[in-house]
């Protein structure tokens, strides 16, 4: 029903910047919060970035003040700015959204198949 796409990973050195992109699709009615995650090896998810409907955005504490979400209604794309990227960075990244659909008006999450971010030092 919903299709989450991610795009904009790779490999990068330390200090550098990538941008990631993620398009919904789908029979959406609506799209409330969207936000990125991030999964390291031998680690749990972990909340990077979210961004409501209305563009009020929350920032896990280790990426304040170098990475940026946000959002573009219109395309339901999210996206991510990661500047000063350093390795612990270093991630699998995965898009989130909470999406009411057209079979299905209550909101649930919807996840991307994830994006490899590699940060070398």
């Known amino acids: 029903q919903v299709q989450l796409v991610e795009s904009g990973g790779g490999l990068v050195q330390a200090g550098g910047s990538l941008r990631l992109s993620c398009a919904a699709s789908?029979?959406?009615?609506?799209?409330?919060?969207m936000g990125w995650y991030r999964q390291a090896p031998g680690k749990q998810r972990e909340l990077v970035a979210t961004i409501t409907s209305g563009g009020r955005t929350n920032y896990a504490d280790s990426v304040k003040g170098r990475f940026s979400i946000s959002r573009d209604n219109a395309k339901n794309t999210v996206y991510l700015q990661m500047n000063s990227l350093k390795p612990e960075d270093t991630a699998v990244y995965y898009c989130n959204a909470d999406v009411s659909t057209r079979l299905v008006l209550a909101i649930r999450p919807y996840w991307g198949q994830g994006t490899q971010v590699t940060v070398s030092s």
């Open positions: 789908g029979s959406i009615v609506r799209i409330n919060a």
